[in-house]
């Protein structure tokens, strides 16, 4: 499975930003994408993950309400919409695939990751 993430930039905090993950090769063997991120000098962490088949979403508690995670079948396509920035959000932004039951948080539990894209805002 291959993921190119997309989409980062610089914003001024309060402003919004979308995300894309794009999946090709090997994608039925995914059942739920991710979204993880670093900040410098921090640990990756989860931020919202999704299931293909369903919809269903999970977020950390960190990002609930600010940011929502969705997705395009036809295009193998997920998305993370970004509301309310803050400069605590500026990080690397990392999508990632997993074949598991339920929706999993833990950085172990997902498969494969895309490359990155920086997400820097500014207070």
């Known amino acids: 499975v291959q993921l190119q993430a997309s989409g980062g930039g610089l914003v001024q905090a309060g402003d919004s930003l979308r995300l894309s993950c794009a999946a090709s090769?090997?994608?039925?063997?995914?059942?739920?994408m991710g979204w993880f991120r670093q900040a410098p000098g921090k640990e990756r962490e989860f931020v919202a993950a999704?299931?293909?088949?369903?919809?269903?979403?999970y977020y950390a508690d960190s990002v609930k309400g600010r940011f929502t995670m969705s997705r395009d079948n036809a295009k193998n396509t997920v998305y993370l919409q970004m509301n309310s920035l803050k400069s605590e959000d500026t990080a690397v932004y990392y999508c990632?695939?997993?074949?598991?039951?339920?929706?999993?948080?833990?950085?172990?539990?997902?498969?494969?990751w895309g490359q990155g894209t920086q997400v820097t805002v500014s207070s």
């Open positions: 990632a695939t997993a074949d598991r039951i339920g929706i999993p948080s833990l950085l172990g539990e997902y498969d494969y």
């Open positions: 090769g090997r994608t039925f063997s995914s059942t739920v």
């Open positions: 999704i299931r293909w088949i369903n919809g269903n979403t």
